[in-house]
T-cell receptor
Framework: AQKITQTQPGMFVQEKEAVTLDCTYD???????LFWYKQPSSGEMIFLIY??????QNATEGRYSLNFQKARKSANLVISASQLGDSAMYFC????????????FGKGTRLHILP | GAGVSQSPRYKVAKRGQDVALRCDPI?????LFWYQQALGQGPEFLTY????????KSGLPSDRFFAERPEGSVSTLKIQRTQQEDSAVYLC???????????FGAGTRLSVL
């Protein structure tokens, strides 16, 4: 079974609109971390936001927020007021504490921001 | 340096050649990771170092792949006798003592002809 599922291979959004990128995860661990990374065409993976499984508040970083619904095993990324520079691949990822080293990535969502 | 640096950015190899990919992590970062990213996929874990110790190499796809980090800073991923299926982007990441965030380099795109 896939550990990280991103069901939207591609999305088109009008500039300045908010966008939600979906992510569900699968783990039996109680302690884990969830991440979102952005990968522009240059190839670098840029860290956006982190949510710990025990964090009670949803994480926010500037225009990025993570909508964490633990019971549903959902960790959607919300980008407010999208910009043309937000066009990129977005990866949801998880790190399980009993496998402390690796990050497991989903297949990604390609986001296109339209002017 | 300010970020994770990888070289070369692009590498073309003939099938059967050996290649060496370099990663220079963020200064002072103890942990270093290698990932392989096939076209259209998310990165997949290859191996992990803490200082000079290779603590996990469970993701290395075959014995043609090996990695080293002899002085606990720069790391090299070596692929022997490259095959076409080795074509991918190889990403390096490093992590400091605030053990949550891995910071990635821009990757090396390897094409095996």
């Amino acid at each position: 079974a896939q550990k990280i599922t991103q069901t939207q291979p591609g999305m088109f959004v009008q500039e300045k609109e908010a966008v939600t990128l979906d992510c569900t995860y699968d783990t039996s661990d109680q302690s884990y971390g969830l991440f979102w990374y952005k990968q522009p065409s240059s190839g670098e993976m840029i860290f956006l936001i982190y949510q710990g499984s025990y964090d009670e508040q949803n994480a926010t970083e500037g225009r990025y927020s993570l909508n964490f619904q633990k019971a549903r095993k959902s960790a959607n990324l919300v980008i407010s007021a999208s910009q043309l520079g937000d066009s990129a691949m977005y990866f949801c990822a998880m790190r399980e504490r009993n496998r402390d080293d690796k990050i497991i990535f989903g297949k990604g969502t390609r986001l296109h921001i339209l002017p | 340096g300010a970020g994770v640096s990888q070289s070369p950015r692009y590498k073309v190899a003939k099938r059967g050649q050996d290649v060496a990919l370099r990663c220079d992590p963020i200064s002072g970062h103890v942990s270093l990771f290698w990932y392989q990213q096939a076209l259209g996929q998310g990165p997949e874990f290859l191996t992990y170092f803490q200082n000079e110790a290779q603590l996990d190499k469970s993701g290395l796809p075959s014995d043609r792949f090996f990695a080293e980090r002899p002085e606990g800073s720069v790391s090299t991923l070596k692929i022997q006798r490259t095959q076409q299926e080795d074509s991918a982007v190889y990403l390096c990441a490093s992590e400091g003592t605030a053990k949550n965030i891995q910071y990635f380099g821009a990757g090396t795109r390897l094409s095996v002809l």
